[in-house]
């Protein structure tokens, strides 16, 4: 009866490890743009094949809009005001580093560890 119980917890152990995407979690890089180098931190969710989380800058969160997951492909929107758009475009390059871009060029995330 107790090798069963292990085993049962074992398994459910093992679903939840593959239930996590490796796309969740906080996420830090630096982008550099006409005013200067900025921080940008991200908080991303993997729901299925979609993706949802925000920007976090000095200047206010910003939700991604229209995000979506394909393998270690991925995409979403941020809307600044509603009239100034940026698509993006991203791949997990590994558990601790992402690679976007944009109309504007390529930023480096590196996970934020706890």
Known sequence: MTKKIFFLLFLAGCFTSFAQSKIDGKWKGTS????GVFEMNYNFKAEGNKLTGALITDFGD???????IDGKKFSYTLSFNGDFVINV??????????????DMGETKLKRVKS
């Open 32 to 35: 550099e743009s006409p005013n």
């Open 62 to 68: 910003t939700p991604i809009e229209n995000g979506k």
């Open 89 to 102: 475009t991203g791949e997990i390059i590994s558990d601790d580093e992402i690679l976007t871009k944009t």
